[in-house]
């Protein structure tokens, strides 16, 4: 397990975009895969987004064309873009890492290991 630090959450309006980004803290790591979730109050924590490192992407119907996943891979950083923002988004969103041995993206949480404290997004309509 390593500590992952996101940034980048903040409050928005409706119809605004926010980057979030996502690195590891205090050592490097290799990782295959990396996902988004996000927690909305009194809500389960959802899937929003995973990649893996040979470029497979999946996305949480509720997001699809209007977030977009990518990372760079030298910097072991994952990055989620989110534009045409809706209140609904509004969440904590965490960051995580599947175990480095694991290669396919997955939307289940209990499938990674490592995760971050969460970044605060508020989309006010």
């Known amino acids: 397990q390593v500590q992952l630090v996101e940034s980048g959450g903040g409050l928005v309006q409706a119809g605004a975009s926010l980057r979030l980004s996502c690195a590891p803290s205090?050592?490097?790591?290799?990782?295959?895969?990396m996902g988004w979730f996000r927690q909305a109050p009194g809500k389960e924590r959802e899937f929003v987004a995973a990649?893996?490192?040979?470029?497979?992407?999946g996305y949480a119907d509720s997001v699809k064309g209007r977030f977009t996943i990518s990372r760079d891979t030298a910097k072991n950083t994952v990055y989620l873009q989110m534009n045409s923002l809706k209140p609904e988004d509004t969440a904590v969103y965490y960051c995580?890492?599947?175990?480095?041995?694991?290669?396919?993206?997955?939307?289940?949480?209990?499938?990674?290991?490592?995760w971050g404290q969460g970044t605060q997004v508020t989309v006010s309509s």
């Open positions: 990649i893996s490192r040979s470029g497979g992407i």
């Open positions: 205090g050592r490097t790591f290799t990782t295959y895969v």
């Open positions: 995580a890492a599947r175990p480095s041995s694991r290669v396919l993206i997955s939307s289940l949480g209990r499938e990674y290991d490592s």
